[in-house]
């Protein structure tokens, strides 16, 4: 195999592994299973994930300083913006807060065109630019009555968005020193380390389903996503992050097609336009 090619090889599972996760998060959330202790049976899905991450690099984790700190910024940044995230969604509405933050890819790729000095041909500035508006227009949601107030939920957006950004960033930018299995270690062991945030952030006054489809049904489904973090790195590797990262963000076509098959869901017309722009985007960054 290419290695030029490699890239799109890992960026293809990533994205097709948080699209099924993305279509079958909300069955144990439904059941019963809060999101905030999905995010502890999220982190521990990282676990198995990580040793066979090093398990392939022989049990030989980068332990200088700089390792550590780069590895752990990267965990910290994802985990840490998805407890954010959902204080976010406690305080505001969900219609401006999703599409706000899946613009992400946006802080990548700037930072990676001004430091990393990423060039790619105007061919794929479309490519990014389609996938940058797709990702706006697939992460819509209809307004829903609300009465909450304040903006403290704004600013909670704006960290998501930054972390989230950065973190794709710091990612790639490891990689140039890193081993791609060191960098995963410490992204499993910041998220098992915020696992406590996530416990106090539950609200166990209400009824929480402790059965098959609360933490074990979540288990199977968040193993996907800890998979696809595995293979982002990877991706990440080989490939420019000014494309993989708009690119991994077109998963939403997957859960909104799986969703489609399984729940009877009918995209609207921003969904409809958001698949569209999609399917264009992902042609043209994987030439």
């Known amino acids: 195999m290419k290695s030029n090619r490699t890239w799109l090889i890992y960026a293809i599972i990533t994205t097709v592994f948080w699209g099924i996760w993305g279509a079958l998060i909300e069955v144990p ?26 398990y392939i690099i022989d049990w030989k984790v980068e332990t200088d300083k700089r390792s ?6 990267v965990g910290l ?8 995230l ?8 969900a219609y401006i807060i999703f599409p ?4 992400y890819p946006t802080l990548t790729i700037l930072l990676s065109v001004v430091f990393l000095k990423e060039k790619t041909s105007f061919l794929k500035w ?59 270690f410490y992204m499993a062991i910041t998220a098992l380390i915020l696992s406590p945030f996530a416990y106090f952030m539950t609200d166990f006054s209400q009824p929480i389903n402790w059965g098959f489809k609360g933490p074990y049904l979540a288990a199977l489904v968040h193993i996907l996503n800890s998979i696809g973090a595995l293979t982002l790195v990877y991706a990440l590797r080989h490939g420019k992050a000014i494309i993989v990262v708009p690119m991994t963000g077109l998963a939403p076509v997957i859960t909104i097609v799986l969703s489609l098959i399984l729940y009877a869901v009918f995209p609207g017309m921003m969904l409809t336009i958001g698949l569209v722009l999609a ?8 030439l």
């Open 126 to 184: 479309i490519g990014i630019a389609l996938a940058l508006v797709a990702i706006y227009f697939l992460s819509y949601q209809e307004p829903g009555a609300s009465d909450k107030r304040g903006y403290l939920w704004l600013a909670l957006s704006l960290l998501v968005f930054a972390a989230w950004g950065l973190q794709a960033y710091v990612m790639k930018f490891s990689n140039e020193t890193m081993k791609a299995e060191s960098i995963f």
């Open 29 to 54: 959330q439904k059941a019963g299973f809060p999101p905030t202790l999905g995010y502890i049976v999220w982190s521990l899905t990282m676990i198995p994930c990580a040793l066979v991450a090093l």
């Open 86 to 93: 959902f204080e976010a969604l406690r305080e505001g509405p």
């Open 279 to 286: 399917v264009i985007a992902m042609f043209i960054l994987s």
């Open 100 to 103: 706000f933050i899946s613009l």
């Open 68 to 73: 550590i700190f780069l590895g752990s910024a």
């Open 77 to 84: 940044l994802g985990a840490g913006g998805q407890l954010l």
